[in-house]
Structures are given as structure tokens and as C-alpha cells.
Nanobody
Framework: QVQLVESGGGLVQPGGSLTLSCAAS????????MGWYRQVPGKQREWIAS???????EYADSMKGRFTISRDTTKTTVSLQMNSLKSEDTAVYYC?????????WGQGTQVTVSA
């Protein structure tokens, strides 16, 4: 059963912007903190940002300023707005939902930043 579905990945030029979306079931959306991570081959998955059911966002220090996480209660989606993208932002981006020790991952969406 697929509970998280990411979309919005693709190819973007350096300096460009992209918005990723993660569609969640209403149950997950209302009870779980939702987050975004990314991973490049050979490296550990890296936390970008999370947002609680209350709407309070948190960011990794290195992600502050260019990335914005938000949630849409009507659509039960969590979005990640990415600006001023760099080649080093190229990665597979994953949505996750977490409540205590219960963690659910999406399938990931590729983001490639290249001219």
C-alpha cells in the first residue's frame, strides 16, 4: 500500500527553481510529521526539512534560505519549494512521514540540476 507519493522532480538549470509535492493519506497527514530528505549515490540520506501537523517547520541549517517546506491541508500534500538550485542539489528527493518510531518513506523523485 503506497501511502506517500512524490511528484515534481525533473531537470532544471542552475539558478532555477523547482517545487516537489508529496501526497499523503489524510490519516498520515493529520498525525505524522512530514519531511523531505535527499540522497546521492554513495552518500547517506540527508535531512532537508520537516513540518509538524501543527504547521511548524524545521530546517537543516545548511538548507535554510533556499528551501521552503509547506503543507496544504485541503489537498493533504506537503511541498518543498527549492530556489537558486545548484548542481550539488542533484539527488533523489524523498518524502517521509514520522510519528515516534514509525517512519514511512515515499518512492523518491529525481532532481537533476544541470545546464
Amino acid at each position: 500500500q503506497v501511502q506517500l507519493v512524490e511528484s515534481g522532480g525533473g531537470l532544471v538549470q542552475p539558478g532555477g527553481s523547482l517545487t516537489l509535492s508529496c501526497a499523503a493519506s489524510r490519516r498520515l497527514f493529520s498525525l505524522y510529521a512530514m519531511g523531505w530528505y535527499r540522497q546521492v549515490p554513495g552518500k547517506q540520506r540527508e535531512w532537508i526539512a520537516s513540518i509538524r501537523p501543527s504547521g511548524h517547520p524545521e530546517y537543516a541549517d545548511s538548507m535554510k534560505g533556499r528551501f521552503t517546506i509547506s503543507r496544504d491541508t485541503t489537498k493533504t500534500t506537503v511541498s518543498l519549494q527549492m530556489n537558486s538550485l545548484k548542481s550539488e542539489d542533484t539527488a533523489v528527493y524523498y518524502c517521509n512521514a514520522q510519528r515516534g518510531d514509525n517512519i514511512i518513506w515515499g518512492q523518491g523523485t529525481q532532481v537533476t540540476v544541470s545546464a
